[in-house]
């Protein structure tokens, strides 16, 4: 009996595999004013807006996409620092911050706005609030090391990343709120949950972004990728790749990136914008990025297979 030649069926498997890869179609800029310049956009939950704030953090617009249409939400100083809109598109939550004059005490505010209405109302005031965000249709903050308003949200089968406390990620899951701290010791910023709601992305400040799962354990090292938002389908992650001198960024392209970090693709590749901090579609294949100078940038993408012939 004839043994199958199984060079001819190693190379026969390689050529069957299906590979992806991620590509720019377009790449516009929004007709917004010039007046000021315009800085973290990002998506509202059905992807027909984006909020954004300026280069001073102090203030919150709205742009709708159908009509090109602009409002204020907000001109609250340091509100652009941190804000989040509910899963239903209906209300926004921002934290201010100022100083009292006399006794130079720092003092911060939590505001729900209603997005049709932009009536507003006060949650909380103190001295130590981080950046609030939305679980359901509540409004959840931490002060000091306590997550605050949990206990009004049925957290069952619930999986949310509530932020950064004390440089360490906090979510909840399943009911329970979780302190992670994947390298021991980390400090960690920009954490981002997958689609699927079983990872997370982050960075941490010495050895760069990685993926890990809800305990904490780390799944894969990504080195400098810089804030890192999954795509709507979770086989990319989105990040910016900046250069600086030690003063000042030189450049920034918009790239993506596999989980597993075997596989890099460069988005933009444009010497004269310096695109920064790029937002996902969560219903599109469309990213929204902000420039060093102000502009805001929406990307359009594709994800193709090897196998399908370019349009």
């Given at each position: 009996m004839r043994r199958p030649n199984i060079l001819l069926i190693v190379v026969f498997l390689l050529n069957s595999i299906v590979y992806s890869q991620i590509l720019t179609i377009k790449i516009e800029r929004l007709p917004l004013p010039v007046n000021e310049e315009w800085a973290n956009p990002v998506f509202s939950p059905d992807g027909q807006k984006i909020y954004f704030t300026n280069s001073s953090f102090n203030g919150i617009w709205e742009y709708t996409f159908s009509g090109n249409k602009l409002r204020q939400i907000t001109d609250a100083p340091g509100s652009g620092y941190g804000f989040t809109i509910s899963d239903d598109g209906n209300f926004l939550v921002y934290r201010s911050t100022y100083y009292n004059e006399k006794t130079r005490e720092r003092i911060q505010e939590l505001y729900q706005v209603n997005l049709k209405t932009l009536l507003k109302k006060k949650i909380v005031s103190g001295s130590d609030i981080y950046n609030?965000?939305?679980?359901?249709?509540?409004?959840?903050?931490?002060?000091?090391?306590?997550?605050?308003?949990?206990?009004?949200?049925?957290?069952?089968?619930?999986?949310?990343?509530?932020?950064?406390?004390?440089?360490?990620?906090?979510?909840?899951?399943?009911?329970?709120?979780?302190?992670?701290?994947?390298?021991?010791?980390?400090?960690?910023?920009?954490?981002?949950?997958?689609?699927?709601?079983?990872?997370?992305?982050?960075?941490?400040?010495?050895?760069?972004?990685?993926?890990?799962?809800?305990?904490?354990?780390?799944?894969?090292?990504?080195?400098?990728?810089?804030?890192?938002?999954?795509?709507?389908?979770?086989?990319?992650?989105?990040?910016?790749?900046?250069?600086?001198?030690?003063?000042?960024?030189?450049?920034?392209?918009?790239?993506?990136?596999?989980?597993?970090?075997?596989?890099?693709?460069?988005?933009?590749?444009?010497?004269?914008?310096?695109?920064?901090?790029?937002?996902?579609?969560?219903?599109?294949?469309?990213?929204?990025?902000?420039?060093?100078?102000?502009?805001?940038?929406?990307?359009?993408?594709?994800?193709?297979?090897?196998?399908?012939?370019?349009?």
């Open positions: 609030p965000t939305f679980v359901k249709s509540n409004v959840i903050y931490s002060s000091g090391s306590e997550t605050k308003n949990l206990e009004k949200v049925n957290l069952s089968n619930e999986t949310k990343v509530i932020g950064i406390e004390n440089t360490k990620i906090v979510l909840i899951h399943n009911g329970v709120r979780k302190v992670l701290d994947p390298f021991g010791n980390g400090s960690y910023i920009w954490p981002s949950l997958s689609p699927d709601k079983s990872k997370i992305v982050a960075y941490e400040a010495d050895r760069g972004a990685f993926v890990c799962d809800l305990n904490g354990n780390i799944l894969a090292r990504l080195g400098k990728v810089d804030a890192p938002v999954w795509t709507k389908d979770g086989k990319y992650i989105i990040y910016m790749d900046d250069k600086d001198d030690g003063h000042f960024i030189l450049s920034s392209e918009i790239m993506a990136i596999t989980p597993d970090g075997k596989e890099k693709y460069e988005l933009t590749s444009t010497p004269n914008v310096i695109e920064m901090y790029p937002s996902t579609s969560p219903v599109e294949n469309k990213i929204v990025c902000s420039s060093l100078s102000g502009e805001i940038y929406l990307i359009h993408y594709s994800e193709r297979r090897s196998d399908e012939k370019e349009k």
